[in-house]
């Protein structure tokens, strides 16, 4: 069970000293409010032949720092979008948006948010600090510098979705409220041919671009207590008198991708997918909500699983309104999807993944719960429930109803993410590997407590509904792991290992880890002093250029930002010795983000 840490960049290129301008060590006030400006970004008309040369463009470090007059100033360059204007209003909207606009300023802001601190969980000048602040577009940049050698099986385009968001925050944000931008890398032929990031085109970033300021409720920043109330108040009078629509969705699409029948999906568990597509000249464009052809009516939650050996893909849909709470439903390769199996609950409860085996989905129902109610007590909707016991769920994949479903216990037990899970018939036991975090609510709730998590293997008896669970490392070895993934191509069987973000000091990345599920050896890479990344990607060796040596055959893709010289590269990795392979330097900043995929090249000659 010994810690291996390999030869990271640190071992590679000498290092500057870290970065001293970090969220946590910011003096500013947390009653600061922003003004709604827009991050700049270039038009897609300014791509592919009119690209700019490759130019680094630095991220100042302390330019997130508080100006003299108090505010935070956000490091990225900032101008109104032109060629986009509010529609036209009559007489009657005209009069409304101002009495609506009088009582956000007058009453919401000045009387229910200013006089009251932000929690750091909700304070802008704390979640979008340093490299997590928001960037402008940036339309492909071609010929990207590499250093060392990109494997030339690796063919096709790494995409990382992200928190990006595009105006300033008025009153409370948190990291996960930002509007959606997805950073695309193309590699073909062993060169960087490309780089670029767009943001997501949302019905909601559509409406709040055409209004030039922030309209849509931010539902983790601003959602609490009474002034939470009072923005919902005020959203539902702005969509009464027709100056905003969300009938279109009102979600932010920045947590996950996956590519499925032809399509990228970008997703947040508040909406339909959006559809994104890679064009010829390797730019993004967003075609548009995608609700699968008519077929999805809810919001579905932005991991779903696409399994390996039948190319069906698995999803969850939860409600935090009205029952049925929680909804499990599939699609066919060819998009047809299945009815709605739905799942009784007691109470809206959050579930932001789930796993699949060969023959089952395995749901968990945790303690992490929403109790609206808890706003008029001056409280966040987001509830760790004490009371509640945590349990999985173990359905068959095309289950009729949810009365196949068997529940087993685990008491104590919030997995934010599951890695993967496989059943084990000699035993009637299913294996579920996840990241135990505790507290269980600190990432949405301001707590004292330090934030744990903990790769946990987790055995769930379907016969006799007894469970167990235990740490994968050893006490010594123990650090945070938090986003990663295993061989996509072995997703929902046994699996000898997992690759996952070294999520420390939280919620920065500094280097990832291997980790051997059965034995509990860790093998670290580690970015460098001062330097930090994200979710490590696992790209497998394409079967069909050569076999195979082993699960671990592949290599990791992750985007790497330095905090003093303030640029940012991708890694290339190798998966079964840890070693550096390359390093694509990156024309401009890429702020620490969420969760990414890969598209091969042939898929990307077959998007719809």
């Not at 890679?278 to 779903?304: K, N, S, W």
């Not at 990414?596 to 719809?608: N, S, V």
Request: proline share 7%; hydrophobic share 40%.
């Amino acid at each position: 069970m010994a810690t291996i840490t390999t030869p990271g960049y640190a071992h590679i290129q000498r290092q500057h000293g870290r970065c001293s301008t970090t969220a946590g060590g910011r003096g500013a006030s947390n009653s600061v409010r922003f003004s709604a400006r827009a991050v700049s970004s270039v038009p897609h008309a300014a791509a592919a032949s009119s690209a700019p040369a490759f130019l680094p463009v630095p991220f100042v470090p302390g330019a997130d720092a508080p100006s003299p007059s108090g505010k935070s100033a956000i490091g990225v360059p900032k101008a109104p979008r032109k060629g986009e204007e509010g529609k036209r209003l009559n007489f009657f909207q005209r009069a409304a948006a101002m009495a609506l606009d009088a009582f956000e300023e007058g009453f919401v802001a000045n009387v229910l948010e200013r006089p009251h601190g932000l929690p750091s969980t909700a304070d802008p000048a704390v979640q979008i600090a340093g490299n997590f602040a928001p960037v402008g577009e940036t339309p492909p940049a071609r010929a990207l510098p590499v250093s060392g050698r990109i494997p030339p099986f690796i063919n096709g385009v790494y995409a990382r979705n992200g928190a990006n968001p595009h105006f300033d925050p008025v009153a409370g944000h948190h990291l996960f409220d930002g509007d959606g931008m997805v950073h695309a890398v193309r590699i073909r032929n062993g060169a960087a041919e490309s780089y670029a990031c767009r943001f997501t085109e949302t019905a909601r970033l559509r409406q709040e671009r055409a209004m030039g300021r922030p309209m849509f409720p931010k539902a983790i920043g601003e959602l609490h207590g009474h002034s939470g109330i009072a923005r919902l108040a005020l959203f539902y009078a702005r969509a009464a008198c027709g100056l905003l629509d969300p009938s279109h969705g009102t979600g932010v699409a920045n947590a996950g991708l996956v590519y499925f029948n032809g399509r990228l999906l970008a997703m947040s568990e508040d909406d339909l997918p959006y559809q994104v597509r890679v064009t010829a000249d390797d730019d993004l464009e967003t075609v548009g909500r995608y609700d699968f052809d008519g077929q999805l009516g809810c919001a579905m939650i932005a991991h779903p699983k696409l399994d390996p050996a039948t190319g069906e893909l698995h999803a969850l849909s939860y409600d935090v309104i009205k029952k049925p709470y929680l909804k499990y439903f599939y699609f066919a390769p060819d998009g047809t999807k299945s009815a709605d199996v739905e799942i009784p609950l007691d109470q809206p409860t959050m579930i932001h993944d789930f796993a699949i085996t060969e023959n089952y989905v395995v749901v968990p129902d945790h303690q992490v719960v929403f109790k609206l109610q808890e706003m008029l007590r001056g409280g966040s909707p987001v509830v760790l429930d004490k009371e509640k016991t945590s349990r999985f769920g173990v359905l068959p994949k095309h289950a009729a109803d949810a009365s196949e479903m068997v529940w087993v216990d685990v008491p104590d037990c919030f997995c934010f993410h599951l890695w993967n899970a496989w059943e084990e018939a000699d035993t009637d036991e299913v294996v579920v590997i996840g990241s135990c975090m505790t507290p269980a609510d600190s990432i949405f709730n301001e707590s004292d407590d330090r934030l744990e998590s903990v790769l946990t293997e987790i055995r769930l008896n379907t016969r006799t509904g007894e469970s167990t669970r235990r740490a994968i490392l050893p006490p010594s070895s123990q650090v945070n792991l938090e986003v990663g993934m295993v061989n996509r191509n072995l997703l929902g069987r046994k699996t000898r290992y997992a690759y996952l973000a070294v999520a420390e000091p939280w919620p920065k990345v500094s280097g990832f880890a291997k980790v051997d599920l059965a034995t509990g050896e860790l093998t670290k890479f580690e970015y460098g002093e001062g330097r930090f990344g994200g979710e490590p990607c696992f790209v497998p060796m394409d079967a069909a250029a050569a076999t195979p040596r082993g699960e671990d055959d592949g290599y990791i893709l992750s985007f790497v930002h330095d905090e003093r010289a303030g640029t940012s590269e991708l890694l290339v990795v190798n998966a079964a010795d840890m070693r550096l392979e390359a390093t694509v330097q990156l024309p401009s900043r890429v702020p620490y983000g969420f969760h990414g995929t890969f598209i091969t090249g042939d898929e990307l000659t077959t998007q719809a």
